[in-house]
């Protein structure tokens, strides 16, 4: 990623074709709008992620303390 930001950086035209091509007139713009694009999209993947997670450790947690009731009352759960 970061190697094509540099390439981009240093293309200042190839930018500029980009940018015509979606109808911004500064390639620069268009640099800015990518970064916005890959923040915003690391920000959905990492609250998904983190929601993952959490759901897992519910489950974890819910089967611990299952467990827990069952030993302490010496309940056996038959499937």
Known sequence: I????????????????IGHLLGIERGATVLVY??????????????????ILEQNINKLVR???????QKRYNIKYKK
């Open 2 to 17: 970061w190697s094509s930001v540099i390439f981009l950086s240093w293309n200042i035209s190839f930018l500029n074709k």
């Open 34 to 51: 990518i970064g916005l694009f890959l923040l915003f999209y690391y920000v959905f993947v990492s609250i998904i992620r983190f929601y």
């Open 63 to 69: 089967k611990s303390a299952i467990d827990d009731f």
